[in-house]
């Protein structure tokens, strides 16, 4: 629950130690490298950009390989793969994998060109097939499709874009040209949208034959060759042979490199990282034999970091504790509420003057998401798998894993509220019991008997909407608090009079007079003495007047009056703060009520074979689909339960995120100390 | 006119016009998330999750749907007869999350594709993109809430 001191870093050091130093730190991943504004007759500094690109289209090189293997050589992935997150490698290992970069490099550009003649060769065997397919209607003629002449006649070869019969055909003509007479002409092939023909004309005829044909719509074929169309179609369909095994070559080419994926994967990595490692040589002063690097590191690390820099590579290290708007944030948790850091950050980080919320949100996040989805089967099916795959897969990502524990502790809140209110996947062990056994279930606390109360049935509900405005007031409250916390940090502790103490005694004071009055009492379930009515009405009073006078900052004191009045105005926004809280309980009735549609579903059937296996069925399917949408619900409100009615009430945010140098690859970890 | 059937009538609202603003709100964003997908595949949880969440107005329907069902013994114990007054009381009390249902459905569904589209642009931001359409959703939860208080009220009541 706190924010880590940060310190500033110089480093100096040789520059033929440069790069193994560049190496360690992104290895250690614990330095935010910032420029260096050192330029003069001595610093200068290197313009890497050209490298950077190099190494970059390097990288994607390696990665479209290896996306081209993995298209032609189905590797098995497992389903959980994506937990799994990246493989750890020791210095060692790195530095060995990295001594045969160049050969992969060539297999990699190899399958590029592999892949490429596969697609050069497809399109050509499109392109044979299209025109296979022009010559199919004329693969019953037998000469070529040239118009060619003897002494006496000459051939004519072409189609019409319709179906037509020979004696159509020989009518048109006639029309057309009604002398026409010395020419013979046979059909070669018929379909719907055309007609192709062979025809001959005695050679004095054959203009007038030509444009009369023309006038009915004949069209020349669009190819001609010295072959006729039957060995025409046999030479393309060689020729579509022979493309398709040079292709079969090509893939069995790749296919050879099936082992080699996981290299691809490592150059790949490594590319970015030298790319990575090259971006930061932009922030680095050099002069002729040495260079300065600066940059940000909390205190937690950086004796670590200092004393390897200087027993390794003799670099002299400066350190200074910082503090300002520009010095990035670091939080620092213990295991139970670091989980919910991440749901901070995605909001702002907090600025540097403020205080940490997360340690007293965790405690909130979990019982709230355990209240909106209150059902002790579903919290134990989440705790159980999130703490599964945490412990099974050690490598995971830390994102992911602080997420998978976030969820941890949300299931565990999830089932002891689920104990509370009786609902185990919905009422299902009593509808099992009632449906496959004939008798009533067992009294068992908590699973099918509520220890607290039931929500959904009697008064179950209001008494429940009270516990959550209950609840809603006090997070309220932890919010005003945590402001105050701040201005007394900053020595403005009357502020925290004026803005915090004043809310709480006017809310709280408003609270007792209600809970004294007969209406809210009949739905509370209970009365406070009228005397509270007077307490309550003092506490509102004097938190009201502060507000009024003193919560505006203004010097005029007219202006400073409205000022304040504006802001008890805002007593309204309280209420709808607080009526929002109401979302806990609609949240968990929906839950436990939908659980209970599909059990009811499931056991609509009755106790027989089939009975029991629909139930099963609809059990699982139903459960399942409400875990994922009611989970879903519960997250999503919680989180707004947070960010709005919560952090509004004190958070400022704006906090600048480190972010540290380090390895930022895909599928390998390279660290310093494995 | 039967009582039970107003009764139903109700749950039918409750059902049909919630269920009608989520695939409404559900449409519109799966279509923003399919465009997304086509070009950044590696987002489909995110953008699946933006476009889930118009998706509750039609279980809330459903839920008080449920109830009234159940509150007239049309499903599990039977209640005997229901009088006229008391399920035009239920119809009544169908009608806030049927209304609220069909209109947030919407309006949320057209903030998730926003969040989509900023999901899309930037992923990291998904915090901030799931926030927006919650805040829709608010007033369907709070509708939901009155209807479920008052079936739950009218039950004991003896009219």
Known sequence: ?674 | MSGLFLAILGAAFATFMAGIGSSIGVGKAGVAAAGVLAEEPSLFSKVLILMLLPATQGIYGLLVAFLTLQAVGVIGDPVGDISVAKGALYLAACLPIAFSGLMSAIHQGKCSVAGINTVSKKPDQMGKALIIPAMVETYAILALLISILAINGIKVLSI
């Not at chain 1, 098995?76 to 799994?84: G, I, R, T």
């Not at chain 1, 290290?317 to 670091?330: I, N, Y």
């Not at chain 1, 009975?611 to 689909?625: E, K, Y």
């Open chain 1, 1 to 674: 629950m706190a924010i880590l001191q940060m310190q500033r870093i110089n480093i100096y050091a040789l520059n033929k130690h440069c790069k193994e130093i560049l190496e360690t730190l992104q290895r250690m991943g614990v330095m935010q490298v910032e420029q260096v504004d050192i330029e003069d007759s001595v610093f200068y500094r290197e313009d890497t950009s050209a490298f950077q690109a190099s190494y970059r289209r390097s990288a994607a090189a390696v990665k479209s390989a290896s996306e081209i293997l993995s298209t032609y050589v189905k590797y098995k992935k497992s389903l959980l793969s994506s937990l799994e997150g990246r493989k750890p490698l020791s210095k060692e290992e790195y530095y060995k994998l990295t001594d045969n970069y160049t050969e992969v490099l060539k297999i990699a550009y190899d399958i590029i060109s592999d892949n490429k003649k596969i697609i050069e060769n497809k399109a050509k065997i499109v392109a044979y097939e299209s025109r296979l397919e022009a010559l199919s209607p004329w693969q019953n003629l037998d000469v070529p499709m040239l118009q060619s002449a003897t002494k006496t006649t000459t051939s004519v070869i072409g189609s019409f874009q319709e179906k037509l019969d020979y004696e159509t055909l020989r009518l048109r003509i006639a029309e057309t040209d009604p002398d026409l007479e010395l020419f013979d002409l046979e059909i070669v092939s018929s379909d719907d949208n055309q007609t192709c023909i062979f025809a001959v004309c005695m050679n004095k005829d054959i203009e007038r034959f030509n444009s009369a044909l023309r006038k009915i719509g004949f069209i020349l074929p669009a190819f001609d060759s010295k072959l006729s169309p039957q060995e025409a179609i046999k030479e393309l369909k060689n020729k579509i042979e022979r493309r398709e095994k040079l292709i079969e070559e090509h893939i069995s080419n790749i296919t050879a490199q099936k082992d080699m994926l996981d290299s691809l994967n490592f150059l790949e990595d490594y590319f970015v990282m030298k790319s990575d490692r090259y971006a930061q040589i932009d922030n680095i002063s050099y002069s002729p034999h040495t260079f300065v690097m600066t940059g940000y590191v909390t205190k937690r690390d950086s004796e670590k970091l200092s004393k390897l820099l200087l027993e390794k590579y003799d670099a002299e290290v400066e350190l200074e504790d910082v503090d300002g708007d520009d010095v990035p944030v670091v939080l620092s948790n213990n295991k139970f509420t670091e989980p919910v850091e991440g749901v901070v950050l995605s909001y702002s980080a907090p600025h540097r003057k403020e205080i940490d919320p997360t340690g007293i949100m965790a405690v909130f996040y979990y019982i709230f998401f355990g209240m909106m989805f209150s059902d002790a089967g579903y919290g134990l099916v989440m705790a159980l798998a999130c703490g599964i795959a945490v412990k099974v897969f050690k490598n995971m990502e830390q994102g992911l894993k602080k997420s998978l524990k976030m969820f941890f502790w949300c299931g565990v809140s999830t089932f002891f509220w689920g104990l509370m209110f009786g609902s185990f996947f919905g009422d299902a062990v009593q509808v099992i019991s009632r449906t496959f056994f004939g008798a009533e279930a067992p009294v068992i606390y908590g699973i099918t008997t509520p220890i607290w109360f039931n929500p959904t049935e009697g008064a179950g509900p209001t008494k429940l909407l009270m516990f959550s405005f209950l609840l809603g007031i006090i997070h309220l409250f932890a919010g005003l608090i945590l402001q105050a916390v701040n201005y007394v940090r900053n020595g403005k502790w009357l502020y925290a009079i004026y803005d915090d103490v004043s809310w709480i005694l006017l809310v709280g004071g408003a609270v007792f007079a209600l809970l004294s009055t007969e209406m809210l009492a009949s739905m509370a379930g209970f009365q406070l003495p009228p005397v509270w009515l007077t307490i309550g009405g003092i506490m509102a009073l004097v938190g009201a007047v502060l507000i009024l006078f003193c919560s505006a900052r203004n010097k005029n004191p007219f202006k400073r009056l409205i000022k304040g009045a504006y802001n008890l105005y805002g007593v309204t926004s309280y209420l709808s703060d607080i009526l929002s809280y109401s979302r806990l309980l609609a949240l968990g009735l929906a839950t436990g009520v939908v659980a209970q549609v599909f059990n009811q579903l499931g056991a609509m059937i009755g106790n027989s074979f089939v009975g029991v296996v629909a139930f099963v069925l609809i059990f699982v399917v139903g459960h399942v689909l409400n875990i994922g949408i009611n989970a879903l619900g519960a997250y999503v409100h919680t989180n707004r339960l947070q960010f709005v009615e919560f952090f509004g009430k004190f958070y400022e945010g704006g906090g600048r995120d480190f972010k540290p140098y380090a390895v930022n690859t895909k599928y390998y970890n390279i660290k310093e100390d494995i």
